[in-house]
């Protein structure tokens, strides 16, 4: 019976070594695509990039374990989701995935209203964003 025991817990060992999947949600592409192929190349996730708050919710269904959410979608586009209408529709179908909010602004507000509606955490866009993201995912992978 042991030899079978050892073998479950190695097959459990590797299950949890798996990459995490990652969405990427952001309208602004100059910021959009470095940030995932920076991901892509620094770190074992599966990145996936989306220019709308709509595209990312049509495809909620491939269970990603972290969104990395834009704040400010979309703002002169009417009848457009914000980040904020993105993140209250994720945490009401998928309440268990990270959501991380991202934003080129530095409001109290903004932060409040996003850990007040279930955002892990917060990340100004500035020189050292791509690195404190990394450093997140890579806490959460741990915690996985």
Known sequence: MEPLVKNKKK?????????MSVFLVDDDLSYLYPLGFYLQRNSEHKIFCYR??????????QSPDVIILDFNLNP??????????????IKA???????????G??????????LK?????YVIKDIEA???IKKILDKLREEK
Do not use: W
Not at 55 to 61: A, K, T
Not at 105 to 114: E, L
């Open 52 to 61: 709308s708050g709509e595209e990312c919710l049509e495809n909620l269904h």
């Open 117 to 121: 509606l279930g955002a892990y955490t």
């Open 93 to 103: 179908r998928r309440p268990q995935t990270v959501v991380i909010m991202l934003s």
């Open 11 to 19: 097959l459990l060992k590797v299950k949890d070594n798996l990459p």
């Open 105 to 114: 602004r530095d409001t109290f507000q903004g932060v409040v209203d996003s």
């Open 76 to 89: 002169e586009k009417p009848n457009t989701l914000n980040g904020l209408d993105v993140l209250k529709d």
């Open 130 to 132: 791509l690195a404190s």
